[in-house]
């Protein structure tokens, strides 16, 4: 009998412990689960906090940069202030020569018109009482610069430089030769002739077949006969036409005479 209550009793015992085991393997089993949990949720946390620091080390980088941005674009302010007031003071002092200038024109235009004016008007007279070349074409040149000097949309400098260019042409004149053909009428009969001139010291005509040579007379204003040249009118027509090399030729040049 007192076996049998020994052998329950063992039994029973190994039965709690068996049930204790089991008990305390679940609650284990729990608190590990818990604990994981636990650490995950800090995990979490940690991580949520992480991102709200970088988030706001992100603002306050970008804060910085925004201000270090506004720094820079205001110290280029300042300078293109400094270089703006610089210009506008170097505007306004252009302004002032210009007025200045503006003013010096209007009295320079007064006395430039009557000038241009003397001059052109000393072109004519040289034209008529020089030896009578290319008529035509100088005359229509000072009739061309008493006209221009009437038209208002010609500024005072283009007027100016049209005359000193037809100065210029005549000027010219006096150091270079020609050859052109004209019509002349001599003794009463008109006919073509090889004009050849010289400078503005010569003028010379002669016919194709050489047969009829003469000049021009400045002091009596009219075309002669003048044979004696004959051979060097000829010469100098030859070179004018550049049909032969340049030569030295012997030819009439009327002596100068005193101006009126």
Request: glycine share 4%; aromatic share 6%; proline share 2%.
């Amino acid at each position: 009998m007192k076996r049998c209550i020994s052998s329950s009793r063992r039994i029973s015992v190994a039965l709690f412990a068996t049930g204790f085991i089991a008990v305390s393997g679940s609650v284990f089993a729990q608190t590990v689960d818990q604990v994981l949990q636990a650490e995950d949720r800090r995990l979490n946390l940690a991580q949520q906090s992480q991102e709200r620091i970088n988030n706001i080390v992100e603002g306050t980088r970008s804060l910085e940069d925004q201000y270090r941005a506004i720094n820079k674009e205001i110290d280029g302010l300042k300078v293109y202030n400094r270089l703006m007031t610089a210009q506008t003071g170097g505007q306004t002092a252009t302004l002032e020569d210009i007025a200045l200038s503006m003013d010096q024109v209007d009295v320079i235009n007064r006395q430039i018109f009557p000038m241009m004016e003397r001059m052109i008007d000393g072109l004519d007279q040289s034209v008529s009482l020089d030896v009578p070349f290319l008529m035509e074409e100088r005359t229509k040149r000072v009739d061309d610069l008493r006209a221009i000097m009437e038209r208002s949309d010609v500024s005072v400098a283009e007027k100016f430089r049209k005359v000193m260019e037809a100065y210029q042409i005549e000027n010219d004149y006096g150091s270079s030769s020609e050859w052109y053909t004209q019509s002349l009428t001599l003794d009463g009969a008109t006919r073509s002739y090889n004009i050849l001139r010289i400078g503005r010291v010569g003028l010379y005509f002669q016919s194709d077949d050489s047969k009829i040579t003469g000049r021009w007379d400045n002091n009596d204003r009219q075309w002669v006969m003048d044979h004696s040249a004959r051979s060097a009118v000829r010469t100098g027509l030859r070179m004018a036409k550049q049909l032969i090399a340049p030569e030295l030729i012997v030819i009439p040049v009327a002596a100068p005479s005193e101006a009126n």
